[in-house]
């Protein structure tokens, strides 16, 4: 008895349905040393979307996902996941509700790929049901192109490798909302396509994707709406071709840009000016 009132305490609703409310921001700020890292940002998104947010180094948007996952406490404003506030959950409960790829992992200890992938099925040791933890790890290798390093120990990847697998771990938690800052960063050409048709399908599956992004190219191409971010502040958010446009990205980077269509098609192409 005592463990079916244990396994009730963290049973968290994981449900995904498409246009329902994943992870909600209400004027939240984040200071240090009294300078406003965030300040006053407003933004929802909803199951079955992908969120880019943009923005110039030190525009706050690894602070603003830090806030958003609850890994940062707001000094104002509330975040809910859910329609719950952050406060409202345990840490178990948030790992059921939420996975998180921070920019970079850090992990020296010899973990094979395999052990390091499973890290993600934790939140549901002892919970009934669903999906075996076998199918889970087989199916997040194979998504992320790492099944053939399953017995490789994680420190002897290169970059691109390790990313790929602490994105599998990421993706094996099975979250609803998944929080994705710069997954891309050290990938190649192929691998960053295919983490961001990965994010494409769990969004269209039901997930709520927030990524973190400095390619304005594949922010427009992946991305339902774009959250631009400066000094802080939430500069704009909507659809790819209502926010990029070159006026607002050469005033947001300070540099001239062009923002033309693909020939054929209606994809944006956004090319600093030389």
């Known amino acids: 008895m005592r463990l079916l009132a244990r396994t ?13 409310v994943g992870v909600e921001a209400e004027d939240v700020g984040y200071a ?23 923005g110039p180094n030190g525009a706050g948007k690894s602070t603003l996902l830090g806030l958003l996952t609850g890994d ?47 890290m993600g099925r934790a939140p549901h040791a002892g919970l009934p049901g669903g999906e075996s933890e076998d199918a889970v790890v087989a199916r997040c290798l194979a998504e992320t192109d790492v099944a053939h390093l399953a017995d490789r120990v994680y420190p002897s990847l290169s970059g691109g490798e390790r990313a790929r697998v602490s994105l599998a771990r990421v993706l094996a938690q099975g979250a609803p909302v998944l929080f994705l800052d710069e997954p891309t960063a050290a990938l190649d050409l ?10 494409r399908e769990r969004a ?32 704009a958010c909507g659809a790819p071709a ?10 947001l980077y300070g540099h001239p ?11 944006l192409l956004i090319l600093p000016s030389r």
Not at 35 to 48: A, E, M, Y
Not at 76 to 94: F, H, K, M
Request: net charge neutral.
């Open 8 to 20: 009730r305490t963290v049973a968290v609703d994981t449900a995904r349905e498409i246009g329902s």
């Open 32 to 54: 240090i040393d009294g300078r406003n890292l965030v300040d006053g940002v407003s933004l929802t998104v909803r199951h079955g979307e992908i969120v880019a947010v943009l």
């Open 72 to 118: 940062l406490t707001p000094r104002q404003g509330t975040v809910r996941i859910a329609d719950r506030p952050l406060s409202a959950y345990s840490q178990r409960e948030l790992a059921l509700r939420r996975g998180v790829l921070p920019q970079s992992v850090m992990l020296s200890f010899p973990f094979t790929v395999d052990e390091v992938v499973r």
């Open 190 to 199: 192929k691998h960053t396509e295919d983490v961001l048709r990965l994010a």
């Open 204 to 235: 269209r599956r039901g997930d709520a994707v927030v990524i973190v992004l400095h390619d304005l190219n594949l922010a427009a191409a992946y991305a339902d709406r774009i959250a631009l971010l400066a000094k802080g502040r939430l500069l």
């Open 242 to 251: 209502e926010v990029c446009t070159a006026p607002v990205l050469s005033e």
């Open 257 to 267: 840009v062009d923002v033309m269509r693909r020939p054929g098609g209606d994809e």
